[in-house]
């Protein structure tokens, strides 16, 4: 360690004294080495591991809807669980360093396959204009951006775009859903993601109407190819 590093570290050390960064999961304070979350909470992430397996519960809600080449979701999302709370704090606390760290954890995962390597551009679900100003930022903008560290692949917050915005889909029917979804998204400058494999990034996947409609809307670019990356998989 160079004598700069060690009293940046020794600085960081001290401000942990005085003002402690404490874990999204516990609340406890957590060591100089760790990240969002303690030990002890990263443990109890119900991750899925379906990057190690092809057709996974991602991919079978997809299955027979769309063509898509792969999907993979980091971790289960289950009512009142860890990552309900996690992804509670990224969208209603301005806490986006948690989707910054969602998305990497979601990158090392992924950076196990070979299929990764073949993605050109991330895309996060965008958000209307209006919602995201409300918000003040697309919490699909923070998971992309730390997918984006870990796999070194750029990130297109542009291309894709929300024309309007929907009224919450929690008390429709699938069906009812897709339908909600049609003509929702739209693409510009489409020329650059001709021929390219996109990975569209969202929070959580239920059944999928908000995803299909991103992949719809993108596969009228000629010769795109797209897969589906999420943090959660709700399992109710
Ligand atoms: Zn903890």
Redesign the pocket.
């Given at each position: 360690m160079t004598s700069i590093n060690k009293i940046k570290s020794w600085g960081n050390s001290f401000l942990q004294l005085f003002y402690p960064r404490l874990?999204e999961?516990?609340s406890?304070a957590l060591l100089v080495q760790e990240q969002i979350?303690?030990v002890?909470?990263t443990a109890e992430l119900p991750l899925t591991n379906y990057h190690h397996i092809p057709e996974n519960e991602t991919a079978n809600r997809f299955a027979g809807r769309l063509k898509f080449e792969y999907a993979s979701s980091l971790a289960y999302f289950t009512a009142e669980g860890l990552l309900q709370h996690l992804l509670h704090q990224l969208k209603y606390h301005d806490k986006q360093e948690v989707g910054v760290y969602l998305g990497q954890q979601l990158g090392l995962g992924l950076r196990e396959t070979d299929w990764i390597k073949t993605i050109d551009v991330i895309i996060p679900v965008p958000l209307h204009p209006k919602k995201e100003a409300m918000r003040g930022y697309n919490q699909s903008n923070s998971i992309a951006e730390g997918l984006s560290d870990i796999l070194n692949k750029p990130v297109n917050k542009t291309g894709l775009y929300r024309l309007r915005h929907t009224e919450s889909q929690t008390k429709k029917s699938r069906t009812e859903r897709i339908d909600n979804m049609q003509e929702v998204f739209g693409v510009r400058n489409a020329t650059t993601l001709e021929h390219k494999h996109v990975l569209i990034v969202d929070d959580v996947l239920t059944t999928g109407a908000t995803l299909e409609a991103c992949a719809l809307v993108l596969q009228t670019i000629p010769g795109i190819k797209v897969s589906f990356g999420t943090i959660g998989i709700a399992m109710d």
């Open positions: 874990c999961g516990c406890q979350l303690c002890g909470c």
